[in-house]
């Protein structure tokens, strides 16, 4: 079963979300932070997983950041400060439903928003291509900096289904000064984390792998999927990600 909710974040702006909930009653859920530029349906593997992992008796909020989607907002005044905050309404917004057990799905950039919103009420963090170091992106649209600086906004276009979004001066310079290494210590649950072999840009390995040894859980886990690019769209590669992220969930939510 699947429903969209709604629910509210520190603006009061509307987030709106799908909800998607097991036959049987379950007090496990969690919810998917999406990608930078995208939404709660870009990917295939969103979704996909959102069905699969309401199958296996867990419960899946996947929902629209404030600007992206169906929620109400801009996307260029967007900021992983204000995705924080969204992913934090979200949180709440699940516990009053009754849930207890709740874990972040966070892909890229939201795997970034998830760790920072992270607190000891969050029994584990699955990380798809996450964008553990933000300068990354800084330095790819460091090429923009004066048109974001004259216009506050530039727009780009989103590589699977081309849509134009207006991307922020402010999460530019955001992504320059954050120093991700504190939240990262601070995040004591196991961790999972996937790099997309064929992710050269956003999700880079050789970043992550360095930055992934800062997570303090022994249970922690890294895998590299060959083959794929940073959105699995491979839909046999992006199956194997959902089975284990189910199988980790298993055995960690």
Known sequence: MQRKVEFQNKKGEKIVGILHEPKEKTDKVMII???FKGDKD???IIEAAAEFLSMNKIAV???????????????????????VEDLKAAIEFV????????????FSMGATVSIIAYDSKIKTLVLWSPLLNPKIQYERYKKFEEELKISKFIVRERKID???VRVGYNLFKEWGSLNMIPFIETVDCPVLSFIASEDKEVCNREENLKMFKFFPNPKNKLV?????DHDYLDKEKAKKVILATRNWLRKWL
Not at 95 to 106: A, N, Q
């Open 224 to 228: 590299i999927v060959e083959g794929v």
């Open 61 to 83: 909020l996947r929902f629209d950041f404030a600007g992206c989607g169906e929620s109400e907002g801009d996307y260029k005044d967007a900021t992983i400060s204000s995705e």
């Open 162 to 164: 081309k849509k134009k």
């Open 33 to 35: 932070a999406h990608t």
């Open 95 to 106: 516990e009053k439903l009754g849930y207890k057990k709740i874990g972040l799905i966070g």
């Open 42 to 44: 870009y990917q295939p």
